[in-house]
Nanobody
Framework: QVQLVESGGGLVQAGGSLRLSCAASGSFFSINDMNWYRQAPGKQRELVAAITTGSSTNYADSVKGRFIISRDNAKNAVYLQMNSLKPEDTAVYYC???????????????WGQGTQVTVSP
């Protein structure tokens, strides 16, 4: 069983910062891309930031210059440093990863349970 467990969400005032963490646990062979998504009430889930195994990154335009994604391959973890937060960043944030459970299997997408981020004006 592969699990992604997020932590670090919470309530913060506009202009503040939060750091989200997500770690993969269980039995697996390899992790490929790791991503952060978010879903605000009444809106579709959107990709916020992505990072490859080689640490190449990609960001949604709405968070460029404010958010930083990073990963620690030794810990099977991905992080999202969120700075200069705005009320419109309020959402449930999900981490996702492409994971191969064994060398003979293909890649599958796994999701965390989500963590709430609320930014007050």
């Amino acid at each position: 069983q592969v699990q992604l467990v997020e932590s670090g969400g919470g309530l913060v005032q506009a202009g503040g910062s939060l750091r989200l963490s997500c770690a993969a646990s269980g039995s697996f062979f390899s992790i490929n891309d790791m991503n952060w998504y978010r879903q605000a009430p009444g809106k579709q889930r959107e990709l916020v930031a992505a990072i490859t195994t080689g640490s190449s990154t990609n960001y949604a335009d709405s968070v460029k210059g404010r958010f930083i994604i990073s990963r620690d391959n030794a810990k099977n973890a991905v992080y999202l440093q969120m700075n200069s937060l705005k009320p419109e960043d309020t959402a449930v944030y999900y981490c996702a990863a492409r994971i191969r459970r064994s060398i003979g299997l293909g890649w599958n997408n796994y999701w965390g349970q989500g963590t709430q981020v609320t930014v007050s004006p």
